[in-house]
């Protein structure tokens, strides 16, 4: 399983440790990734996905899961997510 965020494409970045001796060592800084169900009002299910912390407090932001999805770039989804964002935009199209 990828350390990739499915709805904003957060990954792995890396820098440096750096000791009291200024010694520099290479590392990695992992995202704060968090296993969650996301319900779609629109399709009226729940949707399983690994997402960072920022991203869920986004969602929470743009006023929930549908409006998320709406204003999302699909660069950034993962194939999953891309297809629930086609499905909520049929749904949301059709009501």
């Avoid at 957060?10 to 000791?19: I, L, T, Y």
């Avoid at 993962?78 to 059709?94: G, M, N, P, Y």
């Amino acid at each position: 399983m990828s350390r990739r965020c499915e709805l904003t494409g957060k990954s792995p970045m890396s820098g440096n440790n750096v000791s009291h001796a200024k010694n520099r060592t290479r590392r990695r800084f992992l995202p704060n990734l968090n296993d969650v169900t996301l319900a779609s009002e629109s399709l009226g299910r729940s949707f399983k996905f690994r997402i960072s912390a920022a991203a869920l407090r986004t969602i929470d932001h743009r006023g929930g899961f549908d409006a998320f999805m709406a204003k999302s770039k699909d660069a950034e989804l993962s194939d999953a997510a891309l297809k629930v964002k086609k499905e909520i935009a049929k749904a949301q199209a059709a009501a």
